[in-house]
């Protein structure tokens, strides 16, 4: 049995992380786990509470456990629990404990994080702003920086984006 390595997406709101991940997911023919918060929103037609994002945080790593058994070297997830603690703290001034410990605690073995180098789109409840997007991307740098934890910072069409990680996975495969 191979080792499937785990790939996280980071990224603020439209910064086209679903995108990428689904195609990185086609080009390495493996899956991608989407990101619960968006079939959160769709089914409870409203933005998750303060103390519901530990739950939505539990749920994406539930899928991404799930969805392990059945990528091919290569597990491509649209976000982590850093990117529900970023975003509890920018909205509810709090992760909480829980939130953090989870945030803290998992890891994977390579992450990328999407520029905001395109025009923002609206996305039902789910996105506020270009401004509010550019916060959150600065604080997913930080965050990173602050952590130690390299990163890939991607940029450009869909396209490009997925030639640089191509680049850069091929040495993770050495």
Not at 57 to 65: K, P, Y
Not at 147 to 171: M, N
Request: glycine content about 6%; aromatic content about 10%; proline content about 4%.
């Amino acid at each position: 049995m191979s080792t499937v390595n785990r790939v996280v997406i980071l990224g603020a709101e439209s910064s086209g992380k679903s995108i990428l991940a689904e195609a990185l997911a086609a080009h390495y023919q493996t899956v991608w786990v989407p990101e619960y918060l968006r079939e959160f929103v769709e089914q409870q037609q409203r933005v998750p509470r303060q103390e519901e994002q530990i739950l939505i945080a539990r749920a994406q790593l539930q899928r991404e456990a799930e969805l392990a058994g059945k990528a091919q070297d290569w597990l491509f997830c649209d976000t982590g629990p850093c990117m529900t603690a970023i975003y509890s703290r920018h909205y509810f001034g709090d992760a909480g404990a829980e939130l953090d410990a989870l945030d803290l605690g998992h890891q994977y073995d390579f992450t990328i994080v999407t520029a905001p180098d395109f025009p923002w789109m609206p996305d039902g409840l789910q996105r506020e702003s270009a401004a509010v997007r550019q916060l959150i991307h600065e604080e997913v740098l930080n965050v990173l920086d602050d952590r130690e934890i390299p990163f890939l910072l991607v940029e450009g069409s869909t396209a490009q984006r997925l030639e640089q990680v191509q680049f850069a996975l091929s040495f993770l495969m050495m």
